[in-house]
């Protein structure tokens, strides 16, 4: 069964930094081409995806909100991929998830297609909280 959990979240500053972690089970980062991705819901908006990396060549999307600030990276031997987040804003408070869906999806978020729908194997989520 595949299994996604996240963690590094919490309570900063703002202008402060965090480093996101997400770990699969189940799924190798090894293997096969695949996207996973970084998404935030803060209460009473709507999911946003923020950030995807492919593992066929790397490429990446970064949401408008958090480009310049966020950097998504993946680490194959750990399986892990992380999402370091520098100078927080206190717009930036929600709970952060990560998922994994097709290669398609950096193409469509360039394009400003929504991408929510085509990720599965969502992880529980993990708080971020940024005092202003």
């Known amino acids: 069964q595949v299994q996604f959990v996240e963690s590094g979240g919490g309570l900063v500053q703002s202008g402060g930094s965090l480093r996101l972690s997400c770990a699969a089970s189940g799924f190798s980062y090894d293997y096969g081409y695949y996207v996973v991705g970084w998404f935030r819901q803060a209460p009473g908006k709507e999911r946003e995806g923020i950030s995807c990396?492919?593992?066929?060549?790397?490429?990446?999307y970064y949401a408008d909100s958090v480009k310049g600030r966020f950097t998504i990276s993946r680490d194959n031997a750990r399986n892990m991929v992380y999402l370091q987040m520098n100078n927080l804003k206190p717009e930036d408070t929600a709970v952060y998830y990560c998922?994994?869906?097709?290669?398609?999806?950096?193409?469509?978020?360039?394009?400003?297609?929504?991408?929510?729908?085509?990720?599965?194997?969502w992880g529980q989520g993990t708080q971020i909280t940024v005092a202003s």
């Open positions: 990396i492919s593992s066929r060549d790397d490429s990446t």
């Open positions: 998922a994994t869906g097709p290669l398609i999806v950096i193409d469509y978020g360039r394009r400003g297609r929504p991408i929510g729908d085509l990720f599965r194997h």
